[in-house]
């Protein structure tokens, strides 16, 4: 069985460009590793993305969103993830299912049992074995995530940037509460540091927990 590592965080906090940096340091150490995103990371599941990320669907109710994260996620994971990590490779998934309890339980004050029933159907009992969450503070992460929106030359995925600061803070105050309850599956990390320090800490974190798991399977 393979390794499932997620990074979690606010807008703009700096998680896809860590993941890229770890999923280049993994394979770089001989390790097969897959890269891949939520929502998205199949053909189906990116479709449901772009009318998730649209900010013309502004007027999408919450519990709409919460169904279409879902959809997204049950394919992904059939389709992707749970072969990848039966044919023994490192998975390395930007946003998962805690995304959708910062996000939509904390953020949109969904109740946590009916996010909690989807994301069971949708998992297919898979959990991370290790989620690196990112933190940083909303402003900083806002001004970063705009800037790179400003500069990209796709889509404008900015439905969720175009939300008030409030919002974003309760998102981060949930992320915080997740990793506090399970201290032994979170690293945080904080995202106010170099690209070059944050990326050694977390390879340091990383490696250390993938040395772990092979001296437990021997």
């Known amino acids: 069985m393979g390794f499932f590592i997620t990074f979690e965080g606010i807008e703009g906090c700096g998680k896809t460009t860590q993941i890229k940096r770890l999923a280049d340091r993994l394979s770089a150490a001989g390790h097969r590793t897959l890269l ?7 053909p189906i599941s990116d479709k449901i993305r772009s009318i998730l990320l649209d900010a013309d669907n502004r007027g999408m109710v919450p519990l709409t969103e ?10 992904h994971v059939a389709e992707v993830i749970v072969p990848a990590l039966q044919s023994g490779t490192i998975v390395l998934c930007d946003r998962f299912s805690d995304a959708t309890l910062a996000y939509q339980h904390s953020g949109r004050d969904i109740d946590r049992a009916t996010i909690d029933t989807l994301n069971s159907l949708a998992c297919q009992s898979v959990r991370p074995d290790l989620t690196v969450l990112m933190d940083c503070d909303v402003s900083i992460g806002l001004a970063r995530a705009k800037s790179r929106i400003e500069a990209a030359s796709g889509p404008r995925e900015e439905r969720f940037e175009l939300e008030a600061n409030p919002f974003h803070q309760r ?7 997740l990793a506090a309850a399970e201290p032994a599956r979170f690293v945080t990390v904080s995202a106010g540091g170099s690209i070059d320090e944050i990326a050694g800490a977390i390879s340091q974190q990383v490696m250390g927990r993938l040395a772990l798991q092979s001296g437990s399977a021997q």
């Open 36 to 42: 891949t995103r939520e929502p998205g990371g199949c």
């Open 66 to 75: 919460l169904l279409l994260y879902a959809a997204a996620r049950a394919q």
């Open 171 to 177: 998102v981060r105050d949930g992320y915080l509460a």
